[in-house]
Antibody, heavy 121, light 108 residues
Framework: QVQLVESGGGAVQPGRSLRLSCAAS????????MHWVRQAPGKGLEWVAV????????LYADSVKGRFIISRDNSKKTLYLQMNSLRTEDTAVYYC??????????????WGQGTLVTVSS | EIVMTQSPVTLSVSPGERATLSCRAS??????LAWYQQKPGQAPRLLIY???TRAIGIPARFSGSGSGTEFTLTISSLQSEDSAVYYC??????????FGQGTKVEIK
């Protein structure tokens, strides 16, 4: 079955960088768009970024545009989120999520367990 | 950006009773509306897509309805394991994909 496993979270000071990874298995990774979604402590869900199956298109939330970079390595079945210039408001659990379809971007049918990023001085 | 608004914030329902959750979009999303369930310490799980289609493995007591700007998630006979936060999400107009703020369902 589909499995998504995030890693790379941790505590970091404001202004520093962190790279998250999401290892995928149980499906044809190269066929699907992949998203990052975050959840601040005690808060709701916020979509962060998406990348098409072939990496040809990347979209970002305004809150992270210019600071975060989403990428993927289809040969390694791994999704990444490079987070630069981190702010305290980026503190959240970060989930990777698989898009439902291979030919378009719609909703998220599988989620990882998440990795916690804490930005604090 | 489409704003999704859920009500109520918290819903307390007795076991076996019906729970009705609402979600409103600031502009039409057609039927491109999904519902997710999130239990404490867990990742969200897809319940409903296309406003009314249950995802694989979701019990029949969960049903969705609506189109345009008004949507409803109904749990016909609440079970103890249904205690969770429920989020609606639109995927008609992106980016961004937007979620409601969530409705917490408690067992009375």
């Amino acid at each position: 079955q589909v499995q998504l496993v995030e890693s790379g979270g941790g505590a970091v000071q404001p202004g520093r960088s962190l790279r998250l990874s999401c290892a995928a298995s149980g499906f044809t990774f190269s066929a699907y768009g992949m998203h990052w979604v975050r959840q601040a402590p005690g808060k709701g869900l916020e979509w962060v970024a998406v990348i098409l199956n072939d990496g040809s298109k990347r979209l970002y939330a305004d809150s992270v545009k210019g600071r975060f970079i989403i990428s993927r390595d289809n040969s390694k079945k791994t999704l990444y989120l490079q987070m630069n210039s981190l702010r305290t408001e980026d503190t959240a659990v970060y989930y990777c999520a698989k898009d439902r379809y291979s030919t378009s971007l719609e909703y998220f049918d599988s989620w990882g367990q998440g990795t916690l990023v804490t930005v604090s001085s | 950006e489409i704003v999704m608004t859920q009500s109520p914030v918290t819903l307390s329902v007795s076991p076996g009773e019906r729970a009705t959750l609402s979600c409103r979009a600031s502009q039409t999303v057609s039927s491109k509306l999904a519902w997710y369930q999130q239990k404490p310490g867990q990742a969200p799980r897809l319940l409903i897509y296309g406003a009314s289609t249950r995802a694989i493995g979701i019990p029949a007591r969960f049903s969705g309805s609506g189109s345009g700007t008004e949507f409803t998630l109904t749990i016909s006979s609440l079970q103890s394991e249904d205690s969770a936060v429920y989020y609606c999400q639109q995927y008609n107009n992106w980016p961004p994909w937007t979620f409601g703020q969530g409705t917490k369902v408690e067992i009375k």
